[in-house]
């Protein structure tokens, strides 16, 4: 579940970079009746600056803090993948669960690319 109304008074967000959260200190969550369709999608380039994007923010956020390497967005990616496509079921939604699936192995596996990266340059002034 997503908090998805709320007083702005009484609550703030996370400091994360991506999925930042509602922090509602101690206030009453209330469930409400129905579902909310969420596309996050119109088309392929929507999914490629999304990835681009979060995958940016992540190395950002975790710079110094985590290692990033090409063995951990290979490790990253394929876990991603199965999880997406096998214990989340996205197998059972044809093209576009696979689709989905792959996305998320993708982003995964450029998040940990990025961050080494991100580290690299950190530690290293001269690399632009």
């Known amino acids: ?17 991506v ?14 009746a129905g579902h909310v369709n969420h596309y996050s999608y119109r088309k392929v380039g929507d999914f490629l600056r ?3 994007n979060y995958s940016d923010l992540f190395a950002e956020q975790n710079k110094g803090k985590r290692k990033g390497s090409a063995c951990k967005a290979a490790l990253h990616g ?7 496509y096998l214990l989340q079921k996205g ?4 093209a576009e669960g696979l689709i989905i699936s ?11 690319l990025k961050l080494q990266e991100a580290n690299k340059n950190a530690s290293d002034p001269d690399v632009s």
């Open 1 to 17: 579940r997503h908090v998805r109304l709320y007083n702005r008074e009484a609550t703030k967000f996370s400091d994360a970079y």
């Open 91 to 94: 197998i059972f939604y044809g």
């Open 102 to 112: 792959v996305y998320n192995a993708k982003t995964a596996f450029y998040k940990y």
């Open 78 to 84: 394929l876990f991603a993948f199965f999880k997406n």
């Open 50 to 52: 999304k990835m681009q």
């Open 19 to 32: 999925h930042e959260k509602i922090l509602s200190k101690g206030l009453k969550e209330v469930k409400l």
